[in-house]
């Protein structure tokens, strides 16, 4: 009997081995020998569905490589969820799919009170996060070893169309229209600040929430105080409702706004021409390259019910191309600090987007943890075409 026992400990200790042979184990959650699972989220329906279209860029540069076949070997299997722009739900579905699925990383997470609401519990679980979709500076000052940032703050975007307004358009009376949450006061906070550099004030500053329908009293304020330019901070169905009650009082202000709004062809579209004139920044190299060449034929060959190349797209499309040349930088040995690792090794990547460059982590370097800090202007033309009005511009915070 004894004998018998300890036959059988051995068989299970060969089964075992060989188990162990013939099914890799990988220390790291998220990976396997054959995909890797990429988790990303915003507003694929709601007010700010607009922005969802980042989530159809990002998958859409995944379904390349997948069709190329992987990244050595490895297909990526990624899990794209829609938060309705609700940080409640944000928090939930991330919560859900990281513990039931397991993510390597995490991409997108559009808005920025949507990624507030998961910024602790991705740190907490040590996820790399390639990106916020969110110009709020909390996500990289103090810089953060699992945070990459890729959007330019929204006080640096601000302060951008603060200084043309002023000093190329010569504009002195100028109000702002916010969002009631980060966003938009962070937003504001910026405008405030470079107005102060020329010993100019606000004219006056209005907060409106995220679902903002009712815009006539708004507009009528803006129209009584006689401003002459309006910094628009909010979601893209807000800002229309505001020109639309502004051409019923035949308000028609200098319209500025942030990159959020810098797809002129769909929002002149939606505005039915009351976008022409807008002034935007925008972050996007549209130069018809082979390789935006080739992202626009993938589009219609991968995802064909999209039948238009938009700049939310091309947006999504640059901040997911840094994830896989990190990803193929690493190799076959993939982990998760040295997918970090090679993050912090980009300097000077150039997609379609601008350049993108971090540097090896360091807490009391916030700039380590910024990619981009290039922007440039453009303004609506009347056929929904963009005429760009500035070169590339950095601004410090």
Same mark, same amino acid.
């Given at each position: ?28 959650? *998220? ?10 989220? *915003? ?135 916010? =969002? ?39 507009? =009528?304020?803006? =129209? ?48 039915? *021409? ?88 360091? =807490?009391?370097?916030?700039? &380590? ?10 303004? &609506?033309?009347?056929? *929904? ?13």
């Amino acid at each position: 009997m004894k004998n018998k026992k300890i036959l059988f400990s051995y068989i299970r200790i060969i089964l075992t081995l060989f188990l162990l042979k013939s099914f890799p184990i990988f220390a790291e959650e *998220g990976i396997t020998d054959t995909e890797i699972r990429i988790g990303l989220n *915003g507003p694929l329906t709601g007010p700010a569905a607009l922005w969802g279209e980042i989530i159809t860029g990002s998958t859409l540069l995944f379904d390349i490589v997948n069709s190329e076949g992987g990244i050595y070997g490895r297909k990526i299997k990624y899990f794209a969820l829609d938060d309705n722009y609700n940080p409640s739900f944000t928090k939930s579905l991330v919560k859900e799919v990281s513990e039931k699925i397991g993510i390597f990383i995490w991409g997108a997470c559009v808005g920025t009170e949507p990624s507030i609401a998961i910024k602790d519990y991705l740190l907490n679980r040590n996820i790399p996060w390639v990106s916020p979709v969110s110009g709020a500076s909390l996500f990289t000052s103090p810089s953060q070893k699992y945070i990459f940032g890729l959007y330019p703050l929204f006080s640096i975007d601000a302060s951008i169309l603060s200084r043309f307004a002023i000093k190329n358009l010569d504009k002195k009376l100028i109000a702002v229209v916010y =969002q009631n949450d980060r966003y938009g006061k962070l937003a504001l906070e910026g405008v405030i600040k470079e107005l102060s550099k020329f010993n100019i004030s606000l004219i006056c500053q209005i907060p409106v929430e995220t679902s903002g329908t009712k815009m006539k009293n708004v507009a =009528q304020k803006l =129209q009584e105080i006689n401003t002459d330019t309006v910094l628009i901070f909010t979601t893209p169905f807000t800002a229309l409702n505001l020109l639309k009650a502004s051409k019923d009082i035949n308000f028609y202000p200098q319209w500025m706004s942030s990159f959020t709004f810098s797809d002129f062809s769909f929002m002149n579209k939606m505005s039915n *021409g009351l976008f022409n004139g807008m002034i935007t920044t925008s972050i996007g190299d549209f130069s018809e390259t082979p390789l935006l060449k080739k992202y626009k034929e993938a589009l219609k060959r991968l995802k064909p019910l999209q039948n238009e190349w938009t700049v939310m797209i091309h947006a999504g499309v640059a901040w997911t191309e840094p994830i896989i040349e990190a990803l193929k930088r690493c190799g076959r040995n993939l982990s998760r600090e040295k997918f970090i690792k090679e993050m912090e090794g980009l300097t000077n990547f150039k997609g379609i987007g601008p350049e993108i460059s971090f540097k090896p982590y360091d =807490q009391n370097d916030s700039e &380590c943890r910024r990619g981009i800090k290039d922007l440039y202007l453009v303004q &609506c033309l009347e056929n *929904g075409k963009a005429k760009k009005l500035s070169e590339w511009i950095r601004i410090s915070e």
